[in-house]
């Protein structure tokens, strides 16, 4: 749940003085203008020490921006709270808390950063699960395992409706409002349409399943998730496959699988490490492959066609580009890359005369890795500030910045045409 100002204060012993503190925290910013309205955007917990007129036109502008609270530090400009700012922001609504001196404005902001980064990753999580557990309800129960299990997840009302508009399968069905009117104008905008709109104070999700309208998913739920809700209207385009379009939908399940990939999400059933291939077509055997961008895409080691280096799960993004960049480059492995680069004589030497052996050997490395240093650490088997102080040791002996994206591949380059 998204932190409060309440929650802030309690946390931090604020004593709070005026207002309603029961509003999220979007953000932390510090001001001490007198309007710092133009530079806000709404939700912001403000702090300032009151050097600027802090009465009640401020309070009545932080108030129209859309400001949540506003903390007042005591103990440098004034020991107290004025009273006229506690009088307005009682009058307004604003939650005021109090600032002591012993309460630094960084120790707010790292504990609204820290609560909105725990929000975001529960939520990427929580996604995550959902979609593992839907794909499991699409293979194990169809397409009456997906609406049951999509309506456990969004912990509201969901149901399947046909091209007629009568229901199929249905979660909570008895909270199912009349939807013909909606579904009506659905219908009027043709092809693959949804809508989104609140009735009765729930907030509802209508989506046309498929390019031939195979029907309609209907979500009704306080909060329904979006990616949740796409990926249940994906399995279900799967699940009403029929005959000659279940090949289709094979390829369409793959080809979501491995955006999934790209998009850093666990699949299942792929070997510890493996290549990233592109190939003319299908492969004839078991290995996973999906169809993306024009490309069939293989993972799996041992097939024939354009291979990345060797990566796991969490790297098929960057299997996938490398895979890519050794086509448009005419070789078959990404290794062969650097290796069939026409390089001026005495290049990499010249490139590379500062760095010593093992300077040069963690730039390999932590190039390959596209500069994350935990995955660097971890092939080197040294701690990630000892890649990090090799790092700066050779941006000093370079007199270069390896921030610079051309300075990494001119490296790489080097590092790879050593001995040519």
Known sequence: MPITVHDLARSLGLPVLAGDVSRPVGWVHGTELAD?????????????????????????????AGVVGLGFGTGLGHDVVPAALVDAAGRTGLGLVEVPREVPFIAISKAVSKALAADEYAALARTSEAQRALTRAAVRAGVGGVVRRLGQWVDGWVVLLDEAGQPVHAHNARLVPDLSAELARLKGVGGLASAAFELDGVHVVLQVLGSRARGVLAVGAARPDPGIVNTAASLLVLALARNDAVDAARRELRAGQFRMLLAGLPVDGLPDRFRVVLTDGPPEDTVFWAEHDGDFVVLGNGVDGVASSEVDATQVARGYREARQARRAGVRTFEDLAGNLPLPDGFADAVLRPLDAETRSTL?????????????????????HTVRNRVRRAEQALGRSLDSPGVRAELWLALHGEGQ
């Open 36 to 64: 710092p309205t133009p530079f806000l955007e709404g939700g912001e917990l403000l702090l300032t020490t009151g050097l600027t007129e802090v009465g009640e036109l401020y309070v009545e502008r932080l108030v129209r």
């Open 364 to 384: 390999r490395v932590w190039l390959a890795h596209h500069g994350a240093w935990d995955p660097a650490a971890a092939e080197l088997g040294v701690h990630r």
